[in-house]
């Protein structure tokens, strides 16, 4: 029972429900509900770059994301990414990477891309309910959601400041 993810009916209820979102806000969180029903996790927040570069949060109580985060260069290349304390390659990040995903118990993050840039926001899910470690499916399903988040939120706002307004929408 490795994949919790039943793939086209998690994907198309998630499609709906985000593409309903009107600020960025809820799109956040409709991509949150998601996510976090679909791979049994504990908790699922989403951050947004903003004018400054660096990602703040649009959906979960959590500390910014700084602009020269190394997780940031990675998801340009790799996305989604395992990142638990066990990786090797959470060994790798940088102090100040490594003890922000701790602080928010992230075990996958994925980016949310955009036609303006490849890494607009993140996607950060805590470890599941049920303690099964995630699977490819389950990767292949947030890839396809933060790409649908993605489009939703290259619409246009009612906000007329596209990047500050992303994360106070």
Do not use: Y
């Not at 990414?81 to 922000?100: I, K």
């Not at 470890?127 to 470690?133: D, V, W």
């Amino acid at each position: 029972l490795g994949d919790v993810v039943d793939s086209p009916g998690a994907i198309t209820r998630a499609t709906e429900a985000i593409g309903q979102g009107r600020t960025a806000r809820e799109v956040g969180f409709e991509a949150a509900q998601q996510i976090g029903r679909a791979l049994g996790a504990t908790h699922v927040m989403v951050w947004i770059r903003t004018a400054d570069g660096s990602f703040h949060s649009i959906h979960g109580a959590s500390p910014t994301l700084d602009a020269d985060a190394a997780l940031a260069s990675l998801l340009v290349d790799m996305s989604p990414v395992r990142l638990s304390r066990t990786d090797r390659l959470f060994t790798l990040l940088p102090d100040a990477d490594r003890e922000w995903l701790l602080r928010n118990r992230c075990e996958l993050i994925a980016r949310i891309p955009t036609l303006r840039d490849p890494v607009s926001g993140v996607i950060g899910v805590g470890p599941r309910r049920n303690g099964i470690e995630f699977s490819k499916v389950d990767l292949s399903f947030l890839a396809t959601v933060s790409a649908t988040v993605g489009l939703a939120l290259s619409r246009s706002w009612p906000e007329p400041s596209a990047a500050t307004s992303l994360a106070d929408a």
